[in-house]
T-cell receptor, first 118, second 113 residues
Framework: GAGVSQSPRYKVTKRGQDVALRCDPI?????LYWYRQALGQGPEFLTY????????KSGLPNDRFSAERPEGSISTLTIQRTEQRDSAMYRC????????????????FGSGTRLTVV | AQSVSQHNHHVILSEAASLELGCNYS??????LFWYVQYPGQHLQLLLK??????LVKGIKGFEAEFIKSKFSFNLRKPSVQWSDTAEYFC???????????FGPGTRLSVLP
């Protein structure tokens, strides 16, 4: 597609439910990143993929959070047993290159998924 | 741990005023530096970036930023703001060997017509 597409745009869920957030990167982009942005704060790194391989998941806050990118394209961020503190904007970004060359080619961010846990 | 700080949480200016938004980072090695902008209801867009070379970087929409290595700073400037510049501005850093951004907390800019 022309840009990074995230779905749903808005998600309201009850505490304790599982949610799956989807990111469809730009076609051919090698690397894919997930960030979380709480209200009034800057985006915070969660995890990163090169193709289908999860290279770094150090930013995932706990084991309720997981992500996959099984075919090296679309990625899903799953949050199990959601809690109110999980409420945030979840952003995905992709880049044509990987590693420290990714910045040379630039990153494109999606519009994000606004998750509200009630 | 690497961190990025932005000096102002909210800046309010009148149209045609000059703008300078401060950004400092804590990482001591070589870094790549970015400014992103988020207009109301839209996604993050790249304003400008610095990798090497001339420390004065020009971006889109008349924005520029100056990298001062000795001060670990990358301040964003615009000589004359417009109402359409109302947005949230994020400074971000990637270490030269790294992959992911470390973002600052953001500065909200409100330009009064």
């Amino acid at each position: 597609g022309a840009g990074v597409s995230q779905s749903p745009r808005y998600k309201v869920t009850k505490r304790g439910q599982d949610v799956a957030l989807r990111c469809d990167p730009i076609s051919g982009h090698v690397s894919l990143y997930w960030y979380r942005q709480a209200l009034g704060q800057g985006p915070e790194f969660l995890t990163y993929f090169n193709y289908e391989a999860q290279q770094d998941k150090s930013g995932l806050p706990n084991d309720r959070f997981s992500a996959e990118r099984p075919e090296g394209s679309i990625s899903t961020l799953t949050i199990q047993r959601t809690e109110q503190r999980d409420s945030a904007m979840y952003r995905c970004a992709s880049s044509l290159e990987s590693g420290n060359r990714a910045g040379d080619y630039g990153y494109t961010f999606g519009s994000g998924t606004r998750l509200t846990v009630v | 741990a690497q961190s990025v700080s932005q000096h102002n949480h909210h800046v309010i200016l009148s149209e045609a005023a000059s703008l300078e938004l401060g950004c400092n980072y804590s990482y001591g090695g070589t870094v790549n530096l970015f400014w992103y902008v988020q207009y109301p209801g839209q996604h993050l867009q790249l304003l400008l970036k610095y990798f090497s070379g001339d420390p004065l970087v020009k971006g889109i929409k008349g924005f520029e930023a100056e990298f001062i290595k000795s001060k670990f700073s990358f301040n964003l400037r615009k000589p004359s703001v417009q109402w359409s510049d109302t947005a949230e501005y994020f400074c971000a850093v990637i270490p030269n060997y790294g992959q992911n951004f470390v973002f600052g907390p953001g500065t909200r800019l409100s330009v009064l017509p």
